[in-house]
Structures are given as structure tokens and as C-alpha cells.
């Protein structure tokens, strides 16, 4: 499975970007996806998480600000990311599992078995 990220750019504090990410390859494969980011000196971090069937799971730090979305058909995932802040700023990285149980780590990085290439979103005060 490759993973392609786009969309990432410079935008004020206050303004809105939209990521996405298309899936190539062994799709049938893919269970969850996810977007983690990971600013300069910190470790990659949980942003966001949809499973096949629609669940959605987000960090407290962008609840309400992000959504995250999924189109199965297309084997692509969205990140709709307003209200943006300085400390949003990052590199924010697509990813997939393969499987992860109900009451699976989905917020942990380990949890994913594919990764983009990741997408550097910048945001100015």
C-alpha cells in the first residue's frame, strides 16, 4: 500500500486548510486511517482517526476544529483542519492500518503499518 499526502501549505492563525490522502495499491487491505503530525523537536502525535465503517476519533488538542473523513470508494482520506493555530504547525504525516480491534490502540503510531510522505502545514501568528 503507498500513501500519498497533499494539501499542506502557509495559512494564518484563524484559517482553514484541507488535507488529503489517496491510497494506492493492496487497498483492500486498509482497515483504519489516520493523520499524526509531528513539529520540530517532538515526537509524531495522534491528530485524527476514521475507521472503514465510519468512526472517528480525534486528538482533545483539535476536537472541534478538524474532521476527518473518508471516501472507501476512492481509497482516500481528508482532513478538514479550521480555525488553525500556530501550534498546529507540523509536518502531518496519512496513515493506515491493516487491522485494529475495537478496543485497539488507534491513536498509537505503532498501531499503523503504512505511511505517506508527509505534508508540511505552516501556520503563521
Known amino acids: 500500500v503507498q500513501l500519498q499526502a497533499s494539501g499542506g501549505g502557509l495559512v494564518q492563525a484563524g484559517g482553514s486548510l484541507r488535507l488529503s490522502c489517496a491510497a494506492s495499491g493492496r487497498t483492500s487491505s486498509i482497515g483504519a486511517m489516520g493523520w499524526f503530525r509531528q513539529a520540530p523537536g517532538k515526537e509524531r502525535e495522534f491528530v485524527a482517526a476514521i475507521r472503514s465503517g465510519g468512526t472517528t476519533y480525534y486528538a482533545n488538542s483539535v476536537k472541534g476544529r478538524f474532521t476527518i473523513s473518508r471516501d472507501n470508494a476512492e481509497n482516500t482520506v481528508s482532513l478538514q483542519m479550521n480555525s488553525l493555530k500556530p501550534e498546529d504547525t507540523a509536518i502531518y504525516y496519512c496513515?493506515?492500518?491493516?487491522?485494529?480491534?475495537?478496543?485497539?490502540?488507534?491513536?498509537?503510531?505503532?498501531?499503523?503499518?503504512?505511511w505517506g510522505q508527509g505534508t508540511l502545514v505552516t501556520v503563521s501568528s
Open positions: 496513515a493506515a492500518a491493516r487491522y485494529i480491534p475495537a478496543r485497539g490502540p488507534i491513536l498509537d503510531v505503532a498501531a499503523y503499518d503504512y
